[in-house]
C-alpha cells in the first residue's frame, strides 16, 4: 500500500524558530492529513488539505500540498517548546480502500 | 466530552494467553480501526471496520481478530499472542473512512 514519507527524520530547533517537515507519497490522492505524536500518546489531527487546494493555515500552521510533486509540507511558524512533539502525514488511497495509511514520522524538538 | 477510550493502557501478558484489548467510541463514528505503532516501522493498520457488523484487513492482520457487534465497540482479539506482537496498539475512530482520526491513547502491550 502506498505511504506518506516524512523528511527529515529528526528535526531540532530554537524556539521561536520556524519547522518545516515535508511528506512525499507515491500515488493520486483525494486529501492529505497532518497528525501530531506526544510521546507515546494518542495521535492528534492537524489538518486536513484536499487535492484541489494548494495551501491551508490553521493557527500557526501552514499545509501546502503540490499534487504534481506529490509532496506536502507543514510548516510551524514561532515554534514553542510544547510543539516537540513527532509529526505524522497520511494519505488516503483514491483507489477505494477508504483508509489512512501514515508514514514513519518527523520527530521535533523545540529548545527552550 | 468526544472521545475513543481503549483499555486497559499497559498490559503484560505470556504467550499464548488469549488476550482482548477494549475500545469504545461516544460520537457515533461509522468507522474504526487499530493500529500497531513499532520503532522504525510507524503506525500500521490491523484491521478496520466500515460499520457494524462490516470488518476488512489492514496491513498486518495476521495473529489478531476483530468483531464489531455495536457501533460504539471495536474490540482487538490476540487468540495466542506472541512476543513479536510486544507493541503500542492505538485505536481510532472517524465518520467515515478518509474523514480525520480520533487516536485513543494507546495499548502498551508486553508478551513475554
Known amino acids: 500500500s502506498q505511504q506518506g514519507e516524512e523528511d527529515p527524520q529528526a528535526l531540532s530547533i530554537q524556539e521561536g524558530e520556524n519547522a518545516t517537515m515535508n511528506c512525499s507519497y507515491k500515488?493520486?490522492?483525494?486529501?492529505l492529513q497532518w497528525y501530531r505524536q506526544n510521546s507515546g500518546r494518542g495521535l492528534v489531527h492537524l489538518i486536513l488539505?484536499?487535492?484541489?487546494?494548494r495551501e491551508k493555515h490553521s493557527g500557526r500552521l501552514r499545509v501546502t500540498l503540490d499534487t504534481s510533486k506529490k509532496s506536502s509540507s507543514l510548516l510551524i511558524t514561532a515554534s514553542r517548546a510544547a510543539d516537540t512533539a513527532s509529526y505524522f502525514c497520511?494519505?488516503?488511497?483514491?483507489?477505494?480502500?477508504?483508509?489512512?495509511?501514515f508514514g514513519k514520522g518527523t520527530k521535533l524538538t523545540v529548545n527552550p | 466530552e468526544a472521545q475513543v477510550t481503549q483499555n486497559p493502557r499497559y498490559l503484560i501478558t505470556v504467550t499464548g494467553k488469549k488476550l482482548t484489548v477494549t475500545c469504545s467510541q461516544n460520537?457515533?463514528?461509522?468507522?474504526m480501526s487499530w493500529y500497531r505503532q513499532d520503532p522504525g516501522l510507524g503506525l500500521r493498520q490491523i484491521y478496520y471496520?466500515?460499520?457494524?457488523?462490516?470488518?476488512d484487513k489492514g496491513d498486518v492482520p495476521e495473529g489478531y481478530k476483530v468483531s464489531r457487534k455495536e457501533k460504539r465497540n471495536f474490540p482487538l482479539i490476540l487468540e495466542s499472542p506472541s512476543p513479536n506482537q510486544t507493541s503500542l496498539y492505538f485505536c481510532?475512530?472517524?465518520?467515515?473512512?478518509?474523514?480525520?482520526?480520533?487516536f485513543g491513547n494507546g495499548t502498551r502491550l508486553t508478551v513475554t
Open positions: 481510532a475512530s472517524s465518520l467515515a473512512g478518509y474523514s480525520p482520526l480520533h
Open positions: 500515488t493520486s490522492i483525494n486529501n
Open positions: 488539505i484536499r487535492s484541489n487546494e
Open positions: 497520511a494519505t488516503d488511497d483514491q483507489g477505494g480502500s477508504e483508509k489512512l495509511v
Open positions: 460520537m457515533n463514528h461509522e468507522y
Open positions: 471496520s466500515m460499520n457494524v457488523e462490516v470488518t
